[in-house]
Each structure stands twice: as C-alpha cells, then as structure tokens.
C-alpha cells in the first residue's frame, strides 16, 4: 500500500460516508484493511445510487518472486464484510509484473592477430524480457597497453557512442539505447592491436550491458537491471 494514496469516489452515491482508518499487514502481500465509521443510504428504493468506490495505489516489490522472465502473474482478491454479518468475496483479478531482461553476446574477429592489424569487436544485445528496456547502455573496456584507436563501424540509429580514459583503459561506451521485447540490437567498433605485443598472448576481453531501466528518462518509480557480461580472446601470432 502506497501511504496516503487511497481516496473515496461518492460521485452518485446516495448516502453519508466517510474516509475510512486504513490498517496495512506487514511484509510483502500485507492486507490492506479499510474500517468505516456507519455508513447511511438514502432510504428510496433505488440501487442505483448505492454505490461508492475506494481507490487506493500499490507497489510492487522489487523481489525474486516478482523478477525475470516470463513475467510474473499477481492474483488478488478483496473481501468485505459488514458488522457481524457474513463476508463477500470479489472475483480474482490477475495483474502480469512485467521487466526486461538483457543478454549480450561478444566476437571478435579474427581469433589470431598480428602486432599492428585491426580487430573488429562486434556486441550484440537482446531484450529477452517481457517489457521495453530503456536507458541502455553498453561498456566495453579496453586495455591502452594492448589496444589503440578504437573506431565505430556501426550502431543502432540515435543510440551515443563515446570513448574515454580510465586509469589503464579506455572505455568504449554505447548509450541511450531502447530495446522493445525480443529485439536485438548490434554495435560494433574496431581496434587496432599494438606493435609491441609479443606473440603467444592470449588477451581476453568483456564487455557489460552497465545500465537498463524499466522506464524511459529519469523516473523515481523505474527499476534498473541487473549487469550482464559476455567475453571473448584473441590470440596473438607472429
């Protein structure tokens, strides 16, 4: 339950009713529990002013239960019962928690390079989830002792690519990617391996999908994903 988030609708309603005292059970699935001071109908005959209609704002929690793919199936059911009297039950209604769930997978090619030729490093990642993924970002980084320019070949239409300095890498960095469910999507950039580099090195390399979120923009209510890597080597031959 959302504190402060419930509200009584009396639109139509023929009758006296007030704001109910809200109770919350603790953990998750907790009931809510509405208590009404006495409420009055308007004695005329009519059922068609004898309604009225509690709303109230839940949130679903960031739990195992509630996570992956495929998505989630919540069912839930009110009651109400009146004094001493016996309780009614509401149909089932179903809600489906839905999120992405990202896979990345890494190539390089060739497998076997010499000092000073180029290597084509190509990412591909995919929305295997049951929701869009927004805000994605890809890292990968590369070691400045072993690589040199890394150049863009190819990413998705309007998605960021950058290159930056970190300490003894350079950071090789795609972002502001969207992915709908089950779309792919592929970025790709090449290297060029340094002439100092002494044969019968095998180099490895991962690259990480660093940031998904459930909702586009900067949103207080988004939940972020889970890093994912993928890794691949290059031998070097001489």
Known sequence: YVAGSMSLVTTGFGGVVLDPAV???????????????????????????NTFVVRFAALVLDEAGNQGAPATTLTNQAQLKAGSG???SSGLVDITVVEPK???????????????????????????GSST????????????????????????????FATSPSGLE?????????????????????????????????ITNTAVVSQTTTLPGVNVNERSE????????????G
């Open 170 to 202: 350079t950071l090789v960095v795609f972002s502001g990617d969207t992915l709908p469910v089950g779309q792919s999507h592929q970025y790709q950039f090449t290297l060029t391996l340094n002439s100092d580099i002494a044969p019968g090195l095998r």
């Open 133 to 160: 993924a927004f805000d994605v970002q890809v890292v990968d980084p590369i070691t400045t002792s072993l690589f040199a320019n890394p150049t863009l070949v190819e990413k998705p239409v309007g998605v960021g």
């Open 23 to 49: 109770g919350v059970g603790t953990g998750s699935g907790g009931d809510v529990i509405f208590t009404f001071t006495p409420v009055t109908v308007t004695a005329n005959n009519l059922t068609s002013d």
């Open 226 to 237: 889970p890093e994912v890597t993928a890794t691949d080597t290059v031998d070097v031959i």
């Open 102 to 128: 990202m896979t990345i997978t890494k190539v390089m090619t060739p497998t076997e390079v010499l000092p000073n030729s180029v290597v084509t490093v190509t990412l591909t990642v995919q929305n295997v």
């Open 86 to 88: 016996p309780g009614y």
